[in-house]
């Protein structure tokens, strides 16, 4: 284990002036705010098309853009706060077992490099840890390409702005430290695509975009309001028990005539589990600790400025770290033609020497932990490579060979009702397809399957033909399931 050795020279002076600039497709929206003592001011604000990607039109053009539109706005700020699209996010889970700080930050770096699909070492990654039962954490890795990032600041210091955080405009809106009624749901309609956060328990357990969701139609944005219901009932299905029963509201942020019909759909779907859906159209009064103008509107670019001036840390903070002064000042003093070349190379010899005699007494030390950790730590790598290699074989249960064998009791033996398809997906939930001789032997065969144990909500889902038809129905099955020969 290297020591990780973090030089500060001083700290930078608290920012009183802010521009938050939100990127949702090719729409920039921008805010400037200024905070004096316990309030904050409005001095600009605007909203564009711009006609260049920051991702693949040079860097110079699209700066150019967004400078020229930022002159024509009155802006002078320089500071700025980012929001990048969700749809750059690349998010992975983990669960961290009780573990020294150490330990964990070690054993999470693992995890991050198994998790994501592409090298861990191209990604700018975060995590949010939220805390379960029995000391375990579940753990939401998130990360963006370095090179979109880079391509970013590069479009940012042509337009003669200085980035101080990238971060996902839905953990602005809907920030994590703001909960003190349970788990909340998060969406965000955006111009193309709907944002998806789940916070709960301090901690953020999902974070999605839900891509084509939002459709133009000559001119006019459309959302398929049921395209997010089963999106989002699958992504509450994908988190831990405790977690999913955290969730106590949904809170969807966007324009009325898009929010409404959504409200509509997932009130209607999830307000028997407990859920209540709400449309947010503004602030709440304390929602940054501070005292908000009068003019202020709910808008990503001003939750953004708003968050950082209020110093209220986001979940994910995705700016690449910068050089520290000693970086720089090597930098800045190995080369060049009338620099003080002997003095500057004994200055950093020097340095350099102290920083390896405390680097080798830090190792020292830490060798010497080590050699009295080294067995445990041995014994759990191995308990913890054992338990991932044969956790999917030790359910007790065979809840799939005890919906199979159902299903297999319940279609009759002369081939009348046969299935062509069976999905089964967490939960219990089953669907099945299948070709029946006539109607008569359909209604035999799911009256048959009505009375097996753990079998409930048998649904006739769809049918099609006389003689054959073809149908597919659905049930759940919540038996607790037991050996199956």
């Known amino acids: 284990m290297k020591p990780d050795f973090k030089f500060k020279f001083g700290q930078g002076k608290k920012l009183t002036s802010l521009l938050g600039l939100a990127l949702d497709g090719s729409k920039l929206e921008g805010v400037v705010l200024k905070r004096t003592n316990g309030s904050l001011a409005v001095l600009q604000k605007f909203s564009v098309t711009l006609a260049l990607d920051p991702l693949t039109a040079a860097p110079e053009l699209v700066g150019r853009e967004i400078r020229n539109h930022l002159e024509a706005a009155g802006v002078r700020e320089r500071n700025c706060v ?35 699909h592409t090298d861990a070492a191209t990604l700018q990654i975060g995590d949010s840890r939220t805390p379960l039962a029995d000391g375990k954490k579940n753990v939401l890795f998130a990360g963006i390409p370095s090179a979109h990032l880079a391509a970013l600041e590069n479009v ?9 955080s990238f971060a996902p405009v839905i953990s602005a809106l809907q920030f994590v430290g703001s909960e003190k009624s349970g788990g909340v749901l998060a969406l965000a309609i955006g ?13 953020m357990a999902a974070l999605r975009s839900l891509a084509g969701a939002v459709e133009d139609e000559a001119g006019r944005r459309t959302l398929h309001a049921d395209v997010v219901a089963r999106e989002v009932r699958v992504t509450l299905g994908q988190l831990p028990g405790e977690l999913r029963d955290a969730v106590k509201r949904i809170r969807i942020f966007g324009p009325r005539e898009l929010a409404q019909p959504l409200t509509d759909e997932l009130d209607l779907r999830f307000e028997p ?4 859906v709400e449309i947010i159209a503004a602030y709440a009064p304390e929602e940054f600790g501070v005292t908000l103008p009068v003019e202020a509107t709910l808008s990503p670019a001003f ?26 000042f090597v930098a800045k003093y190995s080369s060049g033609r009338f620099r003080t070349t002997g003095a500057v190379a004994a200055g950093v010899a020097a340095i350099f020497l102290a920083i390896f005699l405390f680097q080798q007494i830090q190792l020292w030390h830490y060798r010497s932990q080590w050699s009295r950790m080294a067995v445990k730590v041995g014994e759990l790598s191995a308990i913890q490579n054992n338990i991932r290699q044969y956790r999917p074989w030790y359910d007790g249960s065979f809840k799939n060979l005890s919906i199979l064998r159902q299903l297999s009791l319940a ?28 109607y008569a032997a359909l209604l035999a065969m799911q009256a048959k399957l009505r009375t097996a144990d753990g079998v409930s909500g048998v649904k006739l889902q769809q049918i099609r033909g006389k003689a054959p ?4 129905f659905g049930f759940n099955f919540n038996n607790g399931g037991g050996s199956e020969n």
């Open 191 to 203: 111009e193309t695509d709907v944002g998806l956060q789940i916070t709960a328990g301090g901690g």
């Open 303 to 328: 939750s953004l400025a708003a968050r950082f001036l209020a110093e209220q840390k986001l979940a994910f903070e995705f700016l690449p770290p910068k050089p520290n002064f000693l970086e720089q």
């Open 411 to 438: 279609f009759p033996e002369d081939g009348s009702v046969t299935a062509k398809n069976i999905v089964v997906r967490d939960g219990g939930t089953v669907t099945c397809s299948g070709t029946a001789r006539d």
């Open 156 to 164: 940012l210091a042509a337009a003669k702005l200085k980035p101080v």
């Open 82 to 116: 980012f929001g990048v699209p969700l749809k750059w996010v690349l998010t992975a889970q983990t669960e961290l077992p009780p573990l020294p700080d150490a330990d964990a930050a070690s054993l999470l770096q693992l995890e991050a490099e198994k998790s994501f």
């Open 273 to 276: 589990m407990g859920l209540k």
């Open 469 to 472: 038809m073809q149908f597919v």
